[in-house]
């Protein structure tokens, strides 16, 4: 199952440092053991050293640096393990395995300071038994891959360790930002407007409801909603959960959260939607909100977004798109229509996290209103965003959002594009999007496969396998509780062997059908065709 | 001002790869000329490299491996500069500086695919262009150091690039987040309870606000805010804004959202909590929720937490501690008494990338109530938490959360904890306190220097700095007004010369003052000194 990817890295050159132990310089970690994921640490280079010897409690780097070489080792290892056909996605145990310890790894937290080479031991270990996101058959998630790019981006991120709230600390991330916000917004269509990285699309679309919220009711934030009108919102009863949230969270009230009507590739029905808009206002509601989604979780459906604009704009509703998924057909000039009219939105979400492979998260809201954020969020802190400083304080982004202190996203996107080039999304995306019409294919011609959906046009290809058990069934009802359970069965056993990772679920009234999602750069035919050959083997004696 | 702190790592072993072209394996991209920064990429390793080059898209590693280690190199350096006194802390430039590119550096995106030695060099110019947050000298913020061993936890947490959401993507993070979690409560006081990680201190004092509604209003997420009772919620005026920003959010309304009054030295006095409890009841309102403060933001005080306890206890209000920058004497026997009664609170946010020195973010909220966070959050989404899988599916704590999709941040508490153990964070603690105490009685020895408040308890040291020009000014209104002036000045330059960062803001009646924290384990008793002398230097002629 695994190969040995060890490269020849054992000379060591013995060193004196002038720390108080003796060390090797350079050496890997590793032994050519060859073991399930050969990432076991085997070396003494770091002797008994502890964390003090490490800057800046020593005074010399001469720790810091075997140790971070030594880090660095286990993530290459890791990192080419990822991409390694051969190897396994997962090695997998239950909770209560790791929680009693697995091979020697063990999760406790004594309360006593272990050595540094312990650290790296428990580095490795980690990695080990995690599943590798960014192999070519972990087909799980929305967000899958190892972008190379973007990782290095994340790794200097790390050691820059600022926080995005002033310019004062974070000077050249917090222009990127505002460049590769403006970037976006110039490629959905707007000249002018505003954004945000956040942590997740969940984030932003709960933005989104604040700004409309805000908009319709400016004395929100000062009196609250108790005395409001009775504000209604809508999505897609194929939405993203995050698209209900709000409702739950701003008082707004899930019962004033409708669902609307798809069809039947899983696209909202504007006739729908305006009906109940309409039913809504009867009752004295107020509708102010529409969520269009632009790629479903599910089944990757694009809501028409022009014909549900015209209803926004009709009823003075604003109109916010959940392309976290879908965005990324922004990249490209053959499925950008999948996202015709999205310039007409007053807010998206956008995840270059998702199909444009960049390291988690990062995740933008796009506002077309230019300020909006700011008047939605500002709370004029007077200890961070002193307006009497030395610079140009509008670059002070921290009061446009609803965090304090913020990651750095935007600098692992930044140098991906800078790498790529708008070129390379595109050729990203629409090279998922034919690899998963060449599984669309192969599921039509495989026995014992069928498509749960009419054909997909975006990455996501939902599908039954049907064992030759129950094939021949005649009773429907029957056929579809064993069905039901098939797919979990199947996953279980691709955990288990760590060979395949593919997700499943119900949706209205099917049973659980896997969805298929590529957004792997890493993926290509072949693996598509070890996918079939191995729900197969795997689910054939079912 | 600037040292070389290259090593002799220039010898370049010629090696023919099985990509395209020729470069070199292992060597430095530095050469050892002397800069500012010392931080150009020089070498032509990558020779015409692009990303294509890189694993998934090149079946080769070769190329992915010297570009990582360039990267890798850089960070090193990096790292060894920001911990060297003779290095500046930032090369500062204004906004517009950048915008138009600075020495070459271009923050531009052109939208065309640039070579990996162009992205090596913007990797290079991004750190070279920032603010070395651990350096010795940055006393700017509330988080500041690099701590090596979470930094190595970052990296290979990004090297993991996977998703809090489920146990099935991250078996081994969402236990350790279970373990640690488990621990802080522990030393809280609490048996059980319940507690997230989330992106920052903003996002859990959120949280507590929702998870006391939650409690007070059970249907609030059903029912929403407009038929609620007039909710009123209480903080110390000097409580950092994100324990205000909930009311604006979740329907409360800012005029619901009320400030107790505190004493001289900024801690909230019982007394006005009671009061304004009583005046909200009279009016019909009904008190909520209050949330201490355990080292609040300007002058590090604390809160008295059993007063406080008693009067939430007497009308049965949610008691939260935002702990965020104080939860770090949890960590000290000397100093724990500040916390004295924390075990009474309902919730507690603590945030380890403060005084405990993670790398950011890593902040956590701990709940004395268990369930109450996913009985508050819930949405179950059955695409993500299906109930039919094949392991224990309580583990996984998605639907605990707000997010979907959550970064891990628990790894680099985790290493870092296992590293350090309890007595490395103590140390840490207590050496930051008395180093405080040290500044605290230079400041009181040196001319033309005043504490602005009465001795410090914890590291925020609070204070003016007098130029000898205003010095003698008797008509104390005209001297407060150049005083209030004086510090923005200095700012300016400390940034403009690179050598020191200290932040500053008015408070109350007092005019614009100093505040120095310290919480960088770099920080020794020459850069307190330093600090003396260089403000003195830096505003003298003021």
Not at 177 to 184: A, F, N, S, T
Request: net charge neutral.
């Amino acid at each position: 199952m695994d190969e040995d990817l060890s490269d020849n890295r054992n000379e060591c050159n013995m060193r004196s440092g002038s720390s108080s132990f003796c060390y090797m310089k350079g050496s890997s970690v590793f032994t050519s053991k060859e073991t399930i994921n050969n990432m076991e640490v085997k070396s003494d280079d770091l002797g008994l050293a502890q964390y003090k010897d490490l800057l800046p409690y020593s005074k010399s780097s001469d720790v810091t640096e075997v140790f971070l070489k030594d880090v660095f080792d286990i993530m290459l290892k890791y990192i080419f393990k990822s991409y390694d056909r051969k190897s396994k996605i997962l090695d997998f145990h239950h909770p209560h395995q790791f929680l009693q310890s697995i091979e020697g790894f063990s999760l406790e937290l004594t309360g006593e300071a272990e050595s540094l080479h312990q650290i790296l031991v428990d580095c490795s270990d980690t990695l080990k038994y995690g599943v590798k996101t960014g192999h070519p058959r972990f087909f799980n998630q929305l967000s899958s891959g190892l972008d190379i790019v973007s990782l290095a981006a994340e790794w200097i991120t790390a050691a820059a360790n600022t926080n995005m709230f002033t310019f004062e600390i974070a000077p050249v991330f917090v222009l990127m930002e505002g460049i590769v916000l403006q970037r976006m917004r110039q490629i959905i269509g707007w000249e002018k407007g505003d954004g945000i990285f956040s942590p997740g699309g969940t984030i932003n679309n709960f933005y989104a409801v604040m700004l409309a919220r805000q908009k319709i009711l400016p004395d929100v934030k000062q009196s609250g909603m108790r005395n409001a009108p009775d504000l209604v919102m809508f999505q897609s009863k194929h939405a993203h959960y995050s698209n209900r949230r709000p409702a739950a969270v701003l008082g707004i009230g899930m019962k004033n959260c409708i669902d609307v009507k798809v069809d039947e590739v899983g696209r909202m029905l504007p006739e729908d939607l305006e009906l109940k808009v309409l039913q809504a206002k009867v009752k004295n509601k107020v509708p102010f909100y529409v969520s269009a989604t632009s790629g479903t979780t599910v089944l990757g459906a694009f809501d028409p977004i022009p014909e549900i604009a015209a209803i926004c704009k009709k009823y003075n509703l604003w109109l916010h798109i959940d392309a976290a998924w879908g965005g990324g057909v922004l990249m490209s000039r053959k499925h950008r229509h999948f996202v015709d009219g999205i310039e007409l939105a007053d807010s998206v979400t956008w995840n270059p996290h998702k199909i444009m492979g960049i390291v988690l998260q990062c995740s933008a809201l796009l506002v077309r209103h230019k300020g909006a954020l700011e008047a939605c969020n500002s709370m004029k802190a007077n200890y961070l965003f002193q307006q009497d400083k030395h610079y140009d304080v509008s670059y002070d982004t921290g009061d446009k959002t609803m965090q304090c202190g913020r990651h750095v996203d935007v600098f692992k996107l930044w140098l991906a594009w800078r790498a790529k080039g708008d070129a390379g999304f595109e050729e990203h995306v629409d090279k998922c999007v034919e690899l998963s019409k060449y599984l669309a294919q192969k599921i039509k011609l495989s026995p014992g496969f069928e498509l749960a959906y009419a054909e997909p046009k975006y990455t996501n290809v939902c599908f039954w396998y049907y064992p030759p058990s129950i094939r021949n069934i005649n009773d429907l009802k029957v056929r579809s509780e064993k069905l039901h359970k098939v797919a979990p069965a199947i996953k279980a056993r691709m955990m288990t062997n760590g060979s395949l990772m593919v997700s499943y679920q119900p949706l209205d009234d099917k049973v659980n059908f896997f969805r298929n999602v590529i957004s792997n750069p890493a993926v290509r035919k072949e693996d598509i065709d070890f996918l079939i050959k191995e729900i197969e083997k795997l689910g054939c004696d079912l």
